[in-house]
């Protein structure tokens, strides 16, 4: 077996993260018409498992705390709201736009139409390297 060069793997060797244009709406356009595409890029791993515990809800059994489980819907949009670059949902311009101080909101009112909403969160999926299929990581992290 040829030896394993393990350098590659070293500190500073990985390829830089990119932003990726996402339509997800086509009901945003230009001056020109031209639909206006979302702007996305991947978490950091530490930052996606510090959304990870700020979206856990108390699970109660007669009064008492008796574990935690994850609020997927709501960790899912704010990898979303944390993966989206452009437009910038945490923006004053929009939370004040909107009369929200909750970006998820305000994305929820942006993408108003239920497949732009959709297609928005399977892109923060995808662009932070969980493929599989939306309902199937729903159902997942269901169980």
């Given at each position: ?112 139409i239920g ?14 390297g969980f ?13």
């Amino acid at each position: 077996m040829a030896e394993r060069d393990i350098s590659f793997f070293l500190a500073g060797n990985a390829k830089p993260v990119e932003e990726e244009e996402v339509i997800v709406s086509k009901r945003y356009v230009d001056k020109d018409g031209k639909v206006i595409p979302f702007i996305m890029k991947p978490m950091k791993t530490e930052d996606i498992e510090e959304l990870e515990k700020s979206c856990m809800k108390p699970v109660m059994k007669n009064g008492k705390k008796v574990g935690e489980r994850l609020d997927t819907s709501r960790f899912y949009a704010r990898m979303a709201i944390e993966s989206t670059v452009f437009p910038d949902f945490k923006s004053e311009e929009m939370r004040k736009s909107y009369k929200t101080e909750d970006p998820v909101e305000v994305a929820k009112r942006v993408l108003s139409i239920g497949g732009e909403y959709s297609a928005w969160i399977e892109a923060a999926l995808r662009i932070n390297g969980f493929d599989d299929e939306f309902d199937d990581l729903v159902e997942e992290a269901k169980n």
